[in-house]
């Protein structure tokens, strides 16, 4: 049982992640969900709307704002917009990962990122021990292929990588295990769109 305001999951049901700052959320977050409900053989896609990237040094917009706009921005039956991180109580992935295997146990849980976050994986608190505890969807994103294929968390896990047709089966496969996918690419990014005046960090008055 969850209170009101956990999303709902089946045991046996696999589940992607899709964590970010959506500071704000635009069409690439919401190309690469669609994309890997279709190439990863998942039930449903949560965003995890982050209460702030504990690398970033500049704190986003606030939280109740991103939310609304990525609910607006990802309109799928299968995507379910969270603040899942809040309501844990946790920023570090490794600790999200924890706490949610806790909270759903029987639920296969698949950790989704772009390109740019396999390249910088190595920084993370723990991320060893988040690729051995759930497999890793890795989406191409413009300019971050080369430095994802060559980054050390792919050359650390070059053999849990999984190629063709056995990508369709990443989310029951025992971690370690991941892949990267060349999808078609969209260039969408957050930091465009704050520079361009579209979405200020400011409340409104
Ligand atoms: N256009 C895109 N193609 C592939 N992956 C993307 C794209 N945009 C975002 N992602 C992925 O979505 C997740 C959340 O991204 P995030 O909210 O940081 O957006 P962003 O556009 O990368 O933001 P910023 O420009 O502020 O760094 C990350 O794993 C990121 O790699
Ligand atoms: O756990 C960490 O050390 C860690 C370091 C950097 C980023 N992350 C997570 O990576 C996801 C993408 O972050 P961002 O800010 O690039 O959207 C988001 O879920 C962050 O919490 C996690």
Do not use: C
Not at 29 to 55: C, I, Q, Y
Request: hydrophobic letters at 45%.
């Amino acid at each position: 049982m969850h209170g009101p305001g956990w999303p709902v999951a089946r045991s046996g049901e696999v589940i992607g992640l899709l964590g970010g700052s959506f500071d704000p959320a635009h069409a690439g977050h919401a190309h690469v969900t669609r994309e890997a409900l279709r190439l990863f053989g998942l039930d449903r896609v949560w965003w995890l709307v982050s209460p702030g990237n504990p690398l970033k040094k500049q704190g986003p917009a606030p939280l109740d704002r991103r939310l609304a706009r990525a609910r607006e921005v990802m309109d799928h039956p299968r995507a379910e917009v969270t603040a899942l991180e809040t309501a844990l109580g946790t920023r570090y992935t490794a600790d999200t990962i924890r706490a949610l295997q806790r909270r759903y146990p029987g639920v296969r849980f698949v950790w989704l990122m772009g390109a740019d976050n396999l390249a910088s994986l190595h920084l993370w608190d723990d991320w060893q021990e988040i690729v051995n505890r759930v497999p890793v969807g890795v989406l191409a994103r413009p300019g971050q292929r080369i430095s994802a294929r060559m980054s050390p968390a792919a050359r650390l896990f070059a053999r849990a990588r999984l190629r063709g047709g056995a990508v369709r089966g990443l989310g029951r496969m025992p971690p370690p295990a991941w892949a990267f996918v060349n999808i078609p690419m969209r260039a969408d990014n957050s930091s465009a769109l704050r520079a361009a005046g579209e979405w200020t960090v400011s409340v409104p008055a």
